[in-house]
């Protein structure tokens, strides 16, 4: 009897036994359609004795239906899989899923239909189509694709291919990707870069798991210096992921990748189109694809002969994940490379706290990088006093900020001005009678955006066109902006430097990998004078011209009492002034807050990170937060606020009583509305040596709960709303 188990993806149920028929062969990892009632599903085959027993008997199994023609997952991500599922609490089902996540690369070898642009002239020219004939200059794609690319309907280009102006191609949907090469052009590393390069490269070519820290200063080349490491991998003709926080910036990094080894890695990220996406996975799983640069999603690929992983900016609060399984990808990325057997390196110039007490401990080796290339210096900080020198009425810049920026502007030099806030202004009311405007679905004040004219939910996505009156008291043209956004930031600017060309750098502005570039370049080409931005100017962006960074707000992030707020502000703060002086001209930085004596605001004027770090830590040893010990947050929702309260109320009344575990709540989340669900929270502490995920699963497991309530747990939280 050829009796197999399988996680199948259906998180209701667990794994489930099947027949394996005549004539078919599988083995653990083997990628298989198995009946389901009427239906059929996808499920991995795994081994039977790492899952819980089902007691279907022999004769009553159902068979396989079909093996799919893909690689087995190896071994080393099943065990991967099964570690996220463990330490996150969530379904193998979930993380499973998360492997397999183009359903058109399962179906096998395919080709498809493209178009291209022949030369012939239509027979009638209409403005539409001489614009998209002008647009599709050297493009291939569907005719979907070419329709967005272009801004025209697919009627228009249809209309084009009967005329003979656009002829179809069948393309090979798995063709091969352009191979990048080691030796394309390699840089002259500084003495420093070479030591801390040789160090990777040893590494890569021993193999072995073996996690590094590459501590460097902003501007000290530790991009440069981990392309040795992709280097050495290439080489050895292992694949490489590279793990960016933000897809916003993979574009300048493809281009500077692209210059160093003569062809573009492989992308990989939520938003690819379902053709990329599976031409992708394909290369991924047959080792085709060399270099593969994603968001966190990338994390889970089936890679076919991993030889490095490489997490950049790896302090970056987008690693976590806040929805669905809430992992952390610099987390689960160790945990790859150990399953994996290979190096990992972890990029920052303000590593988390978790990853210096990892290094501290000697777990992770170390790397430095103390000096930024070419002799740039680190840029000059100061703080501006806001209770002392105050903004003019109704602005949000002192005086001494805008000398500054003056300063910049007749120079011919760029200053970038950083806000972390989105849209004209936080919070909007009614001038009469003060109504605030509020989210439908949220308990969250709707944010004006002036560029697009509508006032939107930044934690749902609802909008709505400001109202001509006030919903309350019929007041007309009655709003008010309260307080600053990024673009009422960018309002005072004109208005004080009407000559300085301005750039509103947001995810609002910069949402597509085009748009970005064409920032980057813009910016490049000293097109702009001024950019005033979110967290998305933070990192990564490299323009020797920039040499004045003013921050508007230090002190916003300090607000709320999370967890980790000085620990972002000093990052967000330290790598935004690392934007400044990374060219030939000296930077200066200048903070604006009311609190100049909050250690983190003094740390990071007196460029003492050390100071910043040592009072960080033992604040959080004092408190018993990470690393020293651990939280978890039990969110329980419903579109039924009572059946929310009732299922919270049922998990508090059941709490475990455990030695050095606390557990907090429930009471209603700070979002106590969130997308239309009324949310409830508990919070767990536990000392390290506690079972923390044991102790969870145990009591929530013993649970029954309606349909409409949710229940989710984030182990180690970032976000505590
Ligand atoms: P980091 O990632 O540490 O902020 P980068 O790797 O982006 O630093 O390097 C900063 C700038 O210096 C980049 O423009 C990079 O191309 C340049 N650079 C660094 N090291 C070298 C080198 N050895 N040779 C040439 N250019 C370098
Ligand atoms: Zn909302």
Request: charged residues 25%.
């Amino acid at each position: 009897m050829n009796r197999v188990r399988l996680v199948i993806f259906n998180a209701a149920l667990g794994p489930l036994d099947y027949r394996v028929p005549e004539g078919m062969t599988v083995e653990p990892g083997s990628v298989v359609v198995a009946p389901l009632g009427p239906r059929q599903i996808v499920g991995i085959v795994w081994e039977a004795d790492r899952l819980p027993a089902t007691e279907v008997p022999d004769a009553k199994l159902r068979p396989l239906l079909a093996v799919l023609p893909v690689p087995p997952l190896k071994a080393e991500l099943r065990r991967l899989i099964e570690w996220t599922a463990d330490y996150y609490c969530a379904s193998l089902a979930s993380v499973a899923r998360m492997v397999l996540a183009s359903g058109g690369a399962l179906r096998g070898p395919a080709t498809m239909i493209e178009y291209r642009l022949t030369g012939g002239i239509p027979e009638r020219m209409t403005p539409q189509r001489h614009a998209a004939i002008d647009a599709l200059e050297g493009e291939q794609a569907t005719i979907r694709e070419l329709a967005g690319v272009a801004g025209v309907s697919e009627g228009v280009l249809r209309g084009l291919v009967n005329q003979g102006v656009l002829e179809p191609v069948e393309v090979d949907c798995d063709r091969p990707y352009p191979r990048p090469r080691a030796d394309f052009a390699t840089p002259e590393l500084t003495l420093e870069q070479r030591e801390a390069a040789d160090q990777f490269v040893a590494a890569v070519k021993d193999g072995g798991f073996a996690p590094f820290l590459l501590d460097g200063v902003t501007g000290s080349g530790k991009t440069e210096v981990y392309f040795e490491a992709i280097a050495t991998a290439l080489t050895k003709k292992r694949q490489v992921l590279v793990l960016l926080p933000e897809i916003a910036l993979t574009e300048a990094f493809l281009r500077r990748f692209e210059e160093r080894f003569g062809a573009a890695p492989v992308v990989w990220h939520s938003s690819l189109k379902s053709t990329e996406r599976r031409r992708a996975w394909r290369a991924i799983a047959s080792g085709d694809a060399q270099v593969v640069v994603g968001a966190r999603s990338a994390l889970f690929l089936p890679y076919a002969s991993l030889g490095l992983i490489v997490v950049d900016e790896a302090h970056e609060v987008s690693f976590k994940q806040d929805e669905g399984v809430r992992y952390n990808a610099r987390d689960v990325a160790v945990m790859r490379a150990r399953f994996e057997g290979i190096p990992v390196i972890l990029s920052s110039a303000t590593p988390a706290l978790e990853s210096l007490q990892m290094a501290e401990a000697g777990v992770y080796a170390t790397v430095e990088l103390a000096d930024r290339f070419g002799g740039a210096r680190l840029p000059s900080i100061d703080t501006l006093d806001l209770t002392k020198e105050k903004p003019e009425r109704g602005r949000w810049l002192a005086p001494r900020l805008v000398a500054a920026m003056r300063e910049r502007l007749e120079r011919g030099e760029q200053s970038l001005l950083f806000l972390n806030r989105r849209g004209y202004a936080p919070l909007t009311l009614c001038r009469n009678c003060g109504f605030r405007f509020q989210c439908p679905n949220c308990s969250a004040w709707l944010v004006e955006h002036r560029l697009s004219r509508r006032l939107a939910c930044h934690h749902c996505g609802y909008e709505t066109e400001p109202p001509a009156r006030c919903p309350e008291c019929g007041e007309p043209e009655c709003l008010v902006a309260c307080g600053p956004g990024v673009e009422r930031i960018a309002d005072e600017v004109a208005e004080i430097m009407p000559e300085a060309r301005l750039a509103i750098a947001t995810s609002d502005t910069l949402n597509s990998p085009e748009k970005a570039a064409a920032f980057v370049s813009q910016v490049e080409a000293k097109a702009i004078d001024v950019i005033v931005g979110t967290q998305l100017v933070t990192k990564g962006f490299h323009f020797p011209e920039l040499t004045l960074v003013g921050v508007v707000d230090a002190d916003l992030g300090l607000e709320g009492g999370d967890l980790r707020a000085a620990e972002r502000t000093y990052q967000q703060v330290a790598q935004v002034a690392g934007r400044a002086g990374r060219g030939e001209k000296p930077g200066e930085v200048l903070i604006q807050t009311r609190h100049p004596e909050a250690s983190v605001i003094a740390a990071l004027a007196a460029g003492d990170r050390d100071a910043f770090y040592q009072a960080e830590t033992a604040a959080r040893r004092h408190a018993g937060a990470p690393p020293f010990g651990r939280w978890a947050a039990i969110i329980v929702s419903s579109e039924d606020e009572a059946e929310a309260k009732e299922a919270a109320n049922r998990i508090g009344a059941t709490r475990p009583a455990v030695p050095d575990v606390h557990i907090l709540g429930p009471a209603p989340a700070p979002m106590s509305l969130l997308r239309g669900r009324y949310r409830y929270r508990l919070l767990v502490n536990a000392r390290r040596s506690a079972e923390l995920q044991a102790i969870i699963r145990g009591w929530l497991g013993a649970l029954d709960f309606s349909k409409g309530v949710r229940v989710s747990v984030d182990i180690d939280p970032y976000s505590f709303v």
